[in-house]
T-cell receptor, first 112, second 115 residues
Framework: DTGVSQDPRHKITKRGQNVTFRCDPI?????LYWYRQTLGQGPEFLTY????????KSRLLSDRFSAERPKGSFSTLEIQRTEQGDSAMYLC??????????FGPGTRLTVL | GNSVTQMEGPVTLSEEAFLTINCTYT??????LFWYVQYPGEGLQLLLK?????DKGSNKGFEATYRKETTSFHLEKGSVQVSDSAVYFC??????????????FGTGTLLAVQP
């Protein structure tokens, strides 16, 4: 297993378009997290899945954001009607144990 | 609420110098504490962790001790190398019943080591 993977690594889109990112966690990891990181800041929590259940969403996650983990394996994060303020690095992490986690390389989103 | 405060960078050192990056936290209960490192162009990597008071986490010559009395988890290394140049993030996870155990990060400290 090569760790957490994310696709795409970079995405450039125009304001108002929809985008979808994918995260493939380490196999057998039941916990999956999405974070967002802007320049010069630490990652901020967006949402959490335990298996296929989405158990927590941050207030940062507006109605334009939706995440799924349909079979408890890979996860997708969709942003509808993107805004320039959505430009950031979107990070996925997975873990088996409580606390911590292994991070993927991230998807860098640029909204023009 | 729970939060992490770490020293601002950049921290610029010469090779073989001693490194300290300060990190303090605010949390209810007994959090687990972490240091993550982000090398240029790469993703976040777990460097070390400690899960209870007085625990010392260590890896690759880096150490940090969980000090409950001072709510601190300072990162230290006795002799830095150019290859240690990266951004270092302090983080906590505050376990409680039914919680997600998400990570709360500090803002990161850029370390630049010069030959």
């Amino acid at each position: 297993d090569t760790g957490v993977s994310q696709d795409p690594r970079h995405k450039i889109t125009k304001r108002g378009q929809n985008v979808t990112f994918r995260c493939d966690p380490i196999s057998e990891h039941n916990r999956l997290y999405w974070y967002r990181q802007t320049l010069g800041q630490g990652p901020e929590f967006l949402t959490y899945f335990q298996n296929e259940a989405q158990l927590e969403k941050s207030r940062l996650l507006s109605d334009r954001f939706s995440a799924e983990r349909p079979k408890g394996s890979f996860s997708t994060l969709e942003i509808q009607r993107t805004e320039q303020g959505d430009s950031a690095m979107y990070l996925c992490a997975s873990s088996l144990e409580v606390g911590g986690g292994f991070f993927g390389p991230g998807t860098r989103l640029t909204v023009l | 609420g729970n939060s992490v405060t770490q020293m601002e960078g950049p921290v610029t050192l010469s090779e073989e110098a001693f490194l300290t990056i300060n990190c303090t936290y605010t949390a209810t209960g007994y959090p687990s504490l972490f240091w993550y490192v982000q090398y240029p162009g790469e993703g976040l990597q777990l460097l070390l962790k400690a899960t209870k008071a007085d625990d010392k986490g260590s890896n690759k010559g880096f150490e940090a001790t969980y000090r409950k009395e001072t709510t601190s988890f300072h990162l230290e290394k006795g002799s830095v190398q150019v290859s240690d140049s990266a951004v270092y993030f302090c983080a906590l996870s505050a376990p409680r019943r039914g919680a997600t155990n998400k990570l709360i990060f500090g803002t990161g400290t850029l370390l630049a080591v010069q030959p």
